[in-house]
Nanobody
């Protein structure tokens, strides 16, 4: 059973940085893609970034390219999302999610994620 726990959210000023963590347990991450999603108030949840653990292939939504970096620490079973130059529109609940990729990470899209954490709130405001 996939178990994911997010942490690291908080209040940050525009232009600031935060690092989110997604701690994984009870499954072998090697055959999964881990993604970060956010849900802004009144809006649908959207994909932000994802990483295929077996080959470290990454993908970023256009809105965050050049500002966010996704990474994994296998020894800690943790995926990170480093968020720099945060903007007010980055406010929302950030979720991490897992999709089993059977070693074929390139086949994973945003709709394939089926195991979710509880989310962590990020507020970008002055």
């Amino acid at each position: 059973q996939v178990h994911l726990v997010e942490s690291g959210g908080g209040l940050v000023q525009p232009g600031g940085s935060l690092r989110l963590s997604c701690a994984a347990s009870d499954f072998n991450m090697d055959y999964y893609t881990i993604g970060w999603f956010r849900q802004a108030p009144g809006k649908e949840r959207e994909g932000v970034s994802r990483i295929s653990i077996n080959d470290r292939t990454t993908y970023y939504a256009d809105a965050v390219k050049g500002r966010f970096t996704i990474s994994v620490d296998i020894a800690q079973d943790t995926v990170y999302l480093q968020m720099n130059s945060l903007k007010p529109e980055g406010t929302g609940v950030y979720y991490c999610a897992a999709a089993e990729n059977y070693g074929l990470g390139y086949r994973i899209g945003w709709a394939d994620f089926d195991s979710w954490g509880q989310g962590t709130q990020v507020t970008v405001s002055s």
